[in-house]
């Protein structure tokens, strides 16, 4: 095992050079390191909701610290730094522009839980900076994105995990091994869904930005658009410029799952159809929606209902596997295995409850997620969800983005993705940036 000074060393090496104030390398700052060897210390850059998720896991696994949390919004990093220094007993480093701390010495790992359209810049800077990346899902706005995250996890040589965290939950490593060893015959059909209440967002009003939000740096690589009072901190989400709608928001979850009981990668074809019907608002994606996916022989689908809460098999969101002996129905408080003839022939039920409607969801399989990295710096263990698998997940998701706007079946190149035949769908392959954001590897 290499010890910290080497491990450090080799980050350095690959360090993108910007410049770190002097704050950052203060005496307290230096005293974390001092005798830790084999400590692996954090960056948490975008703090509302999902971040707090990443400072439970942190502080769950051994040998960790966060050195540095990052937010444009000054509330938000005021709060979340007090949290930390209450987990950890040491006072992190705040700082409002990411791009500051990616050359410390005092940070070996950035884990990205800002809006979208932030998660692959970020993650791509943090690389040629030598860090580790965790980055929440989806990890690229569009499918150009994840084509040079993967790209440059490959040039840079660090791990970058997706946070799809059912990837690292027991019961779901359990069940999956076992229909990949034949418990339900050949699986040929995975439907997945997710169900919400979520409310309407209004209609927004152009207002000031408040004083205690960097408007500017919030939106970075995204073209300019003006303050409105229904954005931030969450509903980006459901406008194009920054989000991506609930496909990927959580149907990246579920239809991942799929993918991982079938063992298949892109489709041959993808279409969706839905709409905006519950409410009349600024909302630009659906709230309902239907994509399917289609591969050589077996067929994922994916529902979701934003505003309508009524669960199926009294879940908010889940899977069924149809094989050809049986079926599986799995999410994340355990799964079921039923027969031809509907019997129950094997359950396991966790003591975590499945649902939709905590944000933050501080569970154990995404201290597992992170112990899975942790333990992938220390020691090679293997990513349970590299950036090369999960990027297929995530485009796969936002290719159906595209069929649902352009209102038409996609098909694809499967060992690219890449749209086939189709000149006026591949323009939506890469997104426009604002000058001088756009990211390179």
């Not at 220094?85 to 522009?97: G, H, L, T």
């Not at 073209?223 to 406008?239: E, L, S």
């Not at 959580?250 to 041959?268: F, I, K, M, S």
């Not at 999410?331 to 019997?343: I, M, N």
Request: charge should be neutral.
């Amino acid at each position: 095992m290499a010890t910290r000074r080497e491990f450090l060393k080799t980050s350095a090496l690959a360090s993108a050079g910007i410049f770190l104030g002097a704050k950052a390398l203060s005496a307290k700052s230096y005293g974390r390191i001092l005798g830790a060897n084999n400590r692996v210390n954090f960056a948490v850059i975008g703090l509302h909701s999902r971040g707090y998720a990443h400072l439970e896991s942190i502080r769950n696994n051994q040998d960790t610290m966060i050195t540095y949390v990052c937010d444009v919004d000054q509330h938000e990093l005021d709060k979340f730094a007090i949290e930390t220094a209450k987990k950890f007993k040491n006072s992190p480093v705040k700082e409002k522009d990411f791009r500051k701390i990616l050359d410390s010495k005092d940070i070996d790992v950035i884990t990205i839980a800002t809006p979208e359209h932030w998660h692959t810049p970020i993650a791509l800077m943090g690389l040629q900076a030598g860090k580790h990346v965790y980055v929440e899902k989806p990890s690229s706005h569009n499918p150009y994105e994840g084509e040079l995250l993967v790209q440059a996890q490959k040039k840079y040589g660090k791990l970058v995990q997706l946070g799809n965290q059912q990837r690292s939950s027991e019961h779901s490593i359990e069940i999956i091994n076992k229909i990949h060893n034949g418990i339900i015959g050949k699986p040929y059909f995975g439907k997945a869904w997710y169900i919400n209440n979520r409310t309407s967002i209004g209609v927004g009003k152009e207002v000031p930005v408040p004083d205690y939000l960097d408007w500017e740096l919030w939106q970075g690589p995204a073209p300019r658009r003006p303050y409105k009072d229904n954005i931030h901190p969450y509903n980006w989400h459901w406008f194009w410029n920054w989000g991506t709608g609930e496909a990927l928001n959580n149907g990246t979850h579920e239809v991942d799952l799929c993918r991982w009981a079938l063992q298949v990668d892109y489709p041959n074809s993808i279409n969706a159809s839905g709409g905006r019907y519950h409410y009349k608002d600024d909302w630009e994606f659906y709230d309902t929606l239907l994509a399917n996916f289609e591969y050589d022989d077996s067929l994922i689908t994916w529902e979701c209902l934003s505003c309508q809460g009524k669960q199926y098999y009294n879940r908010s969101r889940g899977v069924t596997i149809h094989g050809t002996n049986g079926t599986v129905l799995l999410d994340r408080g355990g799964y079921q295995v039923f027969d031809l003839k509907e019997k129950v022939i094997e359950e396991y039920v966790d003591n975590v409850k499945s649902t939709s409607q905590d944000l933050q969801s501080l569970d154990r399989m995404t201290d597992n997620h992170f112990k899975n990295l942790i333990n992938g710096i220390r020691n090679g263990e293997k990513l349970h969800s590299p950036i090369s698998e999960g990027n297929i997940s995530v485009t796969t998701l936002l290719l159906s983005n595209i069929a649902w706007k352009l209102d038409r079946t996609l098909h694809l190149n499967k060992e690219s993705g890449h749209i086939l035949n189709d000149e006026e769908a591949m323009k939506y392959w890469k997104r426009e940036y604002e000058k001088g954001w756009e990211p390179v590897v």
